[in-house]
């Protein structure tokens, strides 16, 4: 019996709307090829502005760069190697043009209609020649991120002269001390992910930033009062950029700050009982009814939180928020990436984010270990990038978390390690023996030990890589007395 052939799809005969709309359920691989098929399609295709998330150029500590595109819920990489290697084993940085790199970086800026990335990140200290050497690529940056493990003072300085507007920097290490290069330029969003952020008065008062996230301070309680005290005055310069919001974790302090400061309890008739923070990826809600109000000549209100480990300033420029009926959902359903900042400093929100994505995708849990750098994914979404920290620590953190949450599987890469494929291996097989170390096996139920593993050992770009698989129920019952799961 003959059948008639089927007709093939013809993409370029779509109708303008329908051509976009099914670009956004490309792979971006796939769209960067339609490119190169015709000028016709090239033309095409850029006539969509089609709009990615985020564009980022990232210099890692391992001497690679990399550009990583956020589109449609996905990241896509592209990555150069910009290293020689000495005798001695150490890696020095070897400034030559990689052709083909910008020749594709230059493909996507055109594709998205961009004249450079968004975020530029480095986890290494660099020197001007690295951003001159970048600065087509990096020219627009508004996000900076930094990740190295000790933050030169110059380096700093240079970032902050050399890019004109800076909407988030983000700084993952601990500052030079003392620092005043804040003062010098207005930040709208400005987060220090150090151990230990200690501001003067003056210091303090001279920042311009919208949102100022602070992962740990020893500040003087008393620069906070000096701080709450100007701030119930009349702006001395209308033309400096106020804070909004500031956050400050893991301070010690206390209710005494608001001694000789007149507040005021919450009243509802005069604002709202939730103070709402729009991030990159979503929404956070403040519970603000426990919190005292501070009322300025020009009618303005700010409501300052204190407890003894954490001080909250919110200013209400719209007095009554409205929680998004969505909130839930956009932090489950947007993906978070290394240029959100709010959550990378806080990891006990990422370990929430994980296990409720995987829960309501039924996915799978992935942990990257680079260098010194580890990267959670549930399925593709990156989740969280973070230090390795001392002995494995964070990443036996996630890892305990996917025993406690019960998920189905899990698996840890060794993706990058100095010494090639031997020491991959090797640092897989001492990530074994710390995580067997680290959890005494009779005094846990249903955890770490109810996982078969079975590990794969590669001398490519896959690394060592060793799976997890859940034996739940009566075999493990059987193989394990202590657990009782079900």
């Not at 494995?392 to 599987?409: H, P």
Request: charged share 25%.
């Amino acid at each position: 019996m003959d059948t008639k052939p089927k007709k093939p799809f013809r993409l370029m005969s779509l109708p303008f709307v329908a051509f976009r709309n099914s670009l956004y359920q490309t792979d971006f691989y796939d769209i960067m090829n339609l490119t190169l098929v015709s000028k016709k399609t090239q033309q095409k295709v850029k006539a969509c502005a089609l709009q990615a998330k985020d564009v980022e150029l990232s210099l890692k500590s391992n001497y690679e760069k990399e550009l990583n595109v956020m589109f449609a819920g996905e990241k896509y990489t592209w990555r150069a190697i910009e290293t020689v290697t000495t005798n001695d084993g150490r890696y020095v940085a070897d400034h030559h043009d990689n052709v083909q790199f910008d020749l594709t970086c230059s493909e996507i800026f055109n594709i998205l209609n961009k004249k450079s990335v968004d975020t530029f990140r480095f986890d290494r200290n660099i020197k001007l020649a690295d951003i001159s050497k970048n600065w087509e690529l990096i020219k627009e940056a508004i996000n900076i991120y930094t990740a190295t493990e000790r933050l030169m003072r110059d380096v700093l300085d240079m970032v902050l002269n050399k890019f004109e507007r800076i909407n988030t920097l983000f700084v993952d290490t601990n500052l030079p001390i003392p620092y005043e290069g804040f003062s010098k330029k207005k930040i709208k969003n400005l987060y220090l992910g150090g151990e230990n952020t200690v501001y003067s008065s003056k210091d303090f008062m001279d920042i311009e930033t919208e949102v100022l996230l602070i992962q740990s301070s020893s500040m003087d309680w008393m620069v906070l009062k000096e701080f709450l005290l100007e701030w119930t005055k009349l702006p001395r310069n209308p033309e400096k950029l106020e804070p909004q919001v500031i956050r400050i974790f893991n301070i010690k302090t206390d209710a005494s700050i608001l001694q000789g400061i007149h507040t005021h309890p919450w009243n509802p008739h005069y604002r709202s009982q939730n103070y709402i923070i729009h991030l990159d990826n979503g929404v956070v809600a403040v519970d603000c009814s426990e919190g005292q109000d501070l009322i300025r000549p020009d009618g303005k209100i700010a409501t300052v939180l204190i407890t003894e480990s954490s001080f909250d300033f919110f200013v209400w420029e719209r007095t009554f928020h409205k929680i998004p009926g969505n909130a839930d959902d956009v932090i489950i359903k947007e993906p978070l990436s290394p240029n959100h900042y709010h959550y990378l400093a806080n990891q006990s929100l990422a370990k929430t984010v994980l296990a409720d994505y995987i829960h309501q995708n039924k996915g799978v849990m992935a942990v990257e270990i680079s260098g010194k750098i580890a990267k959670v994914y549930a399925d593709k979404f990156l989740i969280i990038e973070t230090g390795i920290g001392e002995r494995f620590g964070n990443v036996l953190d996630f890892c305990q978390l996917a025993a406690d949450e019960k998920f189905v599987a899990f698996r840890i890469s060794i993706i990058y390690a100095s010494g090639g494929y031997k020491h991959r291996r090797n640092t897989l097989r001492k990530f074994l023996r710390t995580l067997d170390n680290q959890y005494d096996l009779a005094n846990y139920s249903c955890s770490i030990p109810c996982y078969l593993r079975k590990k794969y050992h590669f001398n490519d770009e896959k690394g060592s890589i060793v799976y997890f698989h859940r034996i739940c129920g009566e075999k493990c019952i059987k193989k394990f007395p202590w657990c009782y799961c079900t």
